[in-house]
């Protein structure tokens, strides 16, 4: 049986504005013009959060299961059909712990894998971050999460300064884990040193990082100039300028850039009181902060949100597409299996209205209730 979704369609390469994708068992068998097509809702791809620490409630970053099974659910409502689940700098045990009890959930889909931010970050740069759990790369610790995780181990973000990052890196890569650079107070050598051991993310760019000096480039030039690293962004109008937002995506390219939520358990949940990585956070008009210092911790934004911040801020509707979904799948090496509208891809897709605001959500080509 071929199901059919009809309206403006998002291609990698454009817009079909009468247009028809085509599903059949559970992938796109086709995407064609389709000139009896009304000019109906946005038909884009399924969105691909390649860093997020929960949502609805909910929290990856303790390694609860059924915790982490809602928080993807939650996401999944607001058109994110593929996310790695983020945990935070904490001690080894949670780290085994957390990969053991998460790795079901990817093999059985709900999560496409976890991302470990820390705990092998700067201490000047640690930002929400608890800084009673960093520690120096271990090359043994990351060989057994691996091992442990069969596959479920997606990226590891780190800081190339501290000592025995480069070989963390080497280790990371050779094993098809993606290396990031975050939480970092590097230089702009020690940075493309990490990109030449194979880094090929820039965590949160800009967030968490030495900023920019004319006369020591720092960490986010590095990766910003790197044609092998893509950069996340975090697109809420506060972790990011609108015209910090847009320089990086002009330099960058969408082909480079990708929009990430950083979302903690309290997106989509009223302002108050939480948790993250064993430190209390309060929620004031939507923005998450440390209770302690006030350093932002995380955000409570979702995908769709991202996406309607991005093109409010003066980013095309097709390129902001592609930071959402195609840049972030492949950067975490699924852009074979999904992140766009094309042929022999998972049927993933989001229908929007013309505001941008979520109609319905596709994941492997059935309806999301």
Request: aromatic share 4%; net charge negative; hydrophobic share 45%.
């Amino acid at each position: 049986m071929t199901l059919r979704v009809t309206g403006k369609v998002v291609t990698p390469t454009g817009v079909i504005r009468q247009g028809c994708v085509e599903i059949r068992d559970g992938r796109i068998s086709a995407v064609a013009d389709y000139p009896s097509a009304r000019d109906g809702h946005w038909i884009v791809p399924g969105f691909v959060d390649m860093h997020t620490h929960g949502g609805g409630g909910h929290t990856f970053t303790t390694g609860d299961p059924e915790s982490a099974r809602q928080a993807a659910a939650f996401h999944l409502g607001h058109g994110t059909t593929t996310l790695l689940a983020s945990l935070v700098s904490s001690p080894f045990a949670l780290m085994r712990d957390a990969t053991a009890a998460f790795r079901p959930l990817v093999e059985e889909g709900v999560l496409a894998g976890i991302h470990f931010e820390g705990p092998y970050l700067s201490a000047d740069r640690c930002g929400a971050q608890n800084p009673e759990f960093l520690r120096d790369p271990s090359t043994a610790e990351l060989a057994e999460l691996i091992e442990l995780g069969g596959g479920a181990v997606r990226m590891v973000t780190l800081a190339p300064e501290r000592d025995g990052a480069t070989a963390a890196i080497e280790l990371l890569v050779g094993r098809g884990v993606v290396a990031a650079v975050g939480h970092t107070d590097a230089s702009w050598e020690q940075t493309r040193a990490a990109v030449a051991a194979g880094a090929s993310v820039g965590t949160h760019l800009f967030n968490g990082m030495r900023p920019v000096h004319h006369r020591e480039p720092g960490p986010v030039v590095a990766l910003l100039e790197a044609p092998s690293v893509v950069c996340e962004l975090v697109a809420d109008g506060v972790h990011l300028h609108d015209g910090m937002l847009g320089f990086a995506t002009s330099v960058a390219g969408p082909e480079r850039a990708a929009l990430i939520t950083d979302a903690m358990a309290a997106a989509g949940m009223p302002d108050g009181e939480y948790e993250l990585g064993g430190q209390a956070v309060t929620v004031a008009d939507g923005v998450a902060r440390l209770s302690r210092d006030g350093a932002i911790a995380g955000s409570t934004l979702t995908m769709d949100a991202a996406l309607r911040h991005a093109v409010g801020a003066g980013v095309a509707l097709p390129d902001a597409c592609r930071m959402v979904s195609t840049t972030p799948a492949r950067a975490i090496g699924l852009g074979d299996r999904v992140g766009a509208l094309q042929t022999g891809l998972r049927a993933d897709l989001v229908v929007l209205d013309d505001d941008l605001n979520v109609v319905r959500v596709m994941h492997g080509g059935d309806w999301v209730e």
